[in-house]
């Protein structure tokens, strides 16, 4: 048997992949290792959604075989399918499985298994101590589940790859996720959060209406998890029924509705099948039904044929949503889509000053969000204790919250007074 080392790029889907791929592993009796020092196989499961996430691939790589000489890599996911071959030549790479072939990586890895290397030097050890964590201990530490529930896109936005590079919509049965959420709960998870590349769209292969808000009043009928929460959901999928189901407390009072632009034109542009105006409706509607929900969500900046007048109007309506948080992206050109070959491609200088005010802007709003909490009790999830002694942890509605307290919070959900505010943190009294 062999130790290995998993990292994992990009979104919660690929997290989710990869704590299930550490979970498969361990029951055939390898060892999951936190450091690459410490393995014999090297596992990574990339992104490919943006040229950042392949440069960032890339890095990673190269950064595995300089860590350890010794180990033999294996490279998973989109950038593994948009870049076999260029990914195959990296020092030490041996297996480079692209999405359709990604559910057999226990297989393929099992094929020609290494024979378990002698305990590594003390001078490899000390080269790898300080990566960050991966999904070895520190899954089995973590307090918050992934659980995909489907995968694929059937959407066609003309900037996105990633409906190209998964497919169409493949949902898992509502049986088998009750069963993985319920196995989470029995090792101790306080929260799953639901993933996919289009969660929205679940139960639509299956012959399921409304399948999303069918699955989700299963999980809370059928589990006794303590929390459940949405990854990121379109906003044209979000129902009535599903909104509906947020009288439960235990439904996490969080939506992420990607926007990407707030400018009418350019979501014309971009094959978005919702405008500005009925996002806005969606989201007055969402915050009547749920009190003190937070609404995140993704903006592209610098799409192309993005004029400063777009971009003025999409900051405007971004500023008028008072979202709790914005990922925010400069455009990047994608190989095979159609936005990539559209005129009017804006400068990367460009690129780079919008995503810094729309970053300036998104930052403004979180605060103001923030503050609306500040001398309220509210229920926190603790997960980790930081280096400075502080544990950190989240409310429901994704409120990042830090506390000194001389006992164990790990993985406990306590009641906690938000006092103050400090860097971009609530600071809580655990009462």
Known sequence: MSRVFLQSLGCRLNQSEIEALARQLAAQGHVIVDEPALADICVVNTCA??????????HLLRALARANPQARIAVLGCAATLRKEELASFPNVAWVLPNEEKERAVEALAL??????PSPSPALQERGRGWPEGPGEGVRARTRAFVKIQDG?????????????????????VEEVIADIAARVEEGYQEAVLT????????QDLGMTDGLARLVEAI?????????RLSSIEPWDVSPALLSLWSDRRLCR??????QSGCEATLRRMGRRMTAAAYARLVETARAAIPDLAITTDIIVGFPGETEEEFAESLAFVERMEFARLHVFPFSPRPGTPAARMSGQVPDPVLRERAARMRDLGEHLAARFRRQFLGREMEVLWERRRRDGLWHGLTDNYLQVVTACPADLHNRITRTRLVQEDDGLLVGEVI
């Open 153 to 173: 896109c059937d959407n066609a936005c003309t900037y996105c790859i990633v409906h190209i590079l998964r497919g169409p919509v493949r949902s898992r049965p």
């Open 220 to 228: 809370l009928s059928h589990t006794t998890l303590p929390r459940l």
């Open 254 to 259: 969080q939506l992420h509705l990607p926007l």
């Open 196 to 203: 996919g590349v289009n969660i929205g769209a679940y139960g």
């Open 49 to 58: 959604v943006t040229a950042e996430a392949e440069r960032k691939t890339r």
């Open 112 to 117: 020609t298994p290494a024979p378990l290397l």
